[in-house]
């Protein structure tokens, strides 16, 4: 009798261990399906942006029939990105990046970090568009927190670059300088595509030349010969 409930209880056991094992295979699938297709999406967003205009992109966003919300997130930052060139449909971008910025603002994932970076990005390009500098300024410092997190440190140069020629254009030349050497500084600890570092240094040396620093400005012209 003993024997058989040990028999009948190990064969249950299999038979969970079974069943777990099945799901955890499943799951792992359903994962790799779900990061191929949005690999495929991205990858098919970035060579229409690169090769055809804002017009083909939005045709080809429109016919994308996607029901994971990772992959309508990605539509909607395409979307977003397009509407920042045409003026006529810039102001539906904040209902389509501020549901982004609430949806994965508490997640903290890498990719969630993406998102609310990217969408903080281009909310900051809609106000800067829209002349309201203090507010770009604003959101281009809370997408760099996020592409810190997801460690995106090439947005985050450009981010502090954009903050620079902000402040440089509104002659606040002591602000301007201290977002340019925020960014210099990622060369010195983050791999960085270095063809960017020229044209730092140029928007530097000009501060300086503003800031009636000549020296300094000759300097850093000096460097780039």
């Not at 299999?14 to 297709?37: G, K, P, W």
């Amino acid at each position: 009798m003993l024997k058989a409930i040990r028999h009948s209880l190990l064969s249950f056991f299999i038979i969970q261990r079974s069943y777990f094992v099945f799901y955890l295979l499943l799951s792992c699938a359903l994962a790799s399906a779900q990061s191929t297709q949005y690999i495929q999406l991205q990858s098919s967003i970035k060579t229409i942006s690169d090769t055809s205009n804002c017009d083909v992109l939005l045709s080809f966003l429109d016919e994308q029939e996607v029901d994971k919300q990772n992959l309508k997130t990605l539509v909607s930052l395409a979307q977003a990105k397009c509407y920042l060139k045409d003026h006529s449909k810039s102001s539906l971008i904040p209902k389509l990046t501020l549901p982004i910025i609430k949806e994965y603002e508490e997640k903290k994932d890498s990719l969630s970090n993406y998102f609310v970076a990217r969408s903080y990005e281009i909310h900051a390009h809609y106000f800067y568009k829209n002349t309201n500098k203090d507010s770009a300024v604003h959101f281009l410092k809370e997408s760099s927190e996020y592409y810190t997190q997801s460690k995106n440190f090439q947005a985050v140069l450009y981010n502090s670059n954009m903050i620079g020629s902000i402040y440089q254009n509104q002659s606040s030349y002591s602000l301007a300088l201290e977002n340019y050497h925020s960014a210099l500084e990622l060369f010195n600890h983050q791999l960085i595509d270095s063809s960017y570092y020229v044209d730092l240094m140029i928007d530097i040396g000009s501060v300086y030349h503003k800031y009636s620093k000549y020296r300094q400005s000759i300097d850093i012209y000096n460097e780039l010969l």
